[in-house]
């Protein structure tokens, strides 16, 4: 299977703990995005690298979020202090940039529960 | 007004019958969409693309752009039970980043 990976693809913590993800991104796609969703709306974007540089973060990415992409690899995604709040599927998309259409492939999610 | 706006539905449609779904967007400048299928639990999958006005026909889907009302569609046609899931409409706003409305639910009875 070479589509995007996400690692874990649950997570249940309590308020307080710190938690990472990780995504894989299809290997020839420079870009990578972060996404997350709650029940009953569509993915928010958070965030997004295109190689190993973070190109732009969403007011929604607090202080307690950090997104690393080493090498234009893969990418991990941090939360500290957890509050409640934060339980939402966490969503990886990457894509290859080529002129202007663009289309971007989803992993299957971490899904996160605080506690 | 929300950047992407869809119906949450839910819509029924009975199985073979063409299942029409609507999103309408606020940024005039917006030139790439797309349609993304979602079942309960997983995550969003691909389905068409749009960049230009008019229709676009992929198998059973049509994609229908038109910039001037600002306004996206996916027909889909013979409509199968295993077509039952939340369809998410979303644009590229600036240079990279989705704007997902936030999904139809569709319904297809046998």
């Known amino acids: 299977d070479t589509g995007v990976s996400q690692d874990p693809r649950h997570k249940i913590t309590k308020r307080g703990q710190n938690v990472t993800f990780r995504c894989d991104p299809i290997s020839e796609h420079n870009r990578l995005y972060w996404y997350r969703q709650t029940l009953g709306q569509g993915p928010e974007f958070l965030t997004y690298f295109q190689n190993e540089a973070q190109l732009e973060k969403s007011r929604l990415l607090s202080d307690r979020f950090s997104a690393e992409r080493p090498k234009g690899s893969f990418s991990t995604l941090e939360i500290q202090r957890t509050e409640q709040g934060d339980s939402a599927m966490y969503l990886c998309?990457?894509?290859?940039?080529?002129?202007?259409?663009?289309?971007?492939?989803f992993g299957p999610g971490t899904r996160l529960l605080v506690l | 007004q929300k950047e992407v706006e869809q119906n949450s539905g839910p819509l029924s449609v009975p199985e073979g019958a063409i299942a029409s779904l609507n999103c309408t967007y606020s940024?005039?400048?917006?030139?790439?969409f797309f349609w993304y299928r979602q079942y309960s639990g997983k995550s969003p999958e691909l389905i068409m693309s749009?960049?230009?006005?008019g229709d676009k026909e992929d198998g059973r889907f049509t994609a229908q752009l038109n910039k001037a009302s600002q306004y996206v569609s996916l027909l889909i046609r013979d409509s199968q039970p295993s077509d039952s899931a939340t369809y998410l409409c979303?644009?590229?706003?600036?240079?990279?980043?989705?704007?997902f409305g936030q999904g139809t639910r569709l319904t297809i009875n046998p």
């Open positions: 998309a990457s894509s290859w940039t080529s002129g202007y259409q663009e289309t971007q492939y």
């Open positions: 979303a644009v590229i706003q600036g240079a990279q980043k989705l704007v």
């Open positions: 749009i960049y230009s006005n």
């Open positions: 940024d005039r400048g917006s030139q790439s």
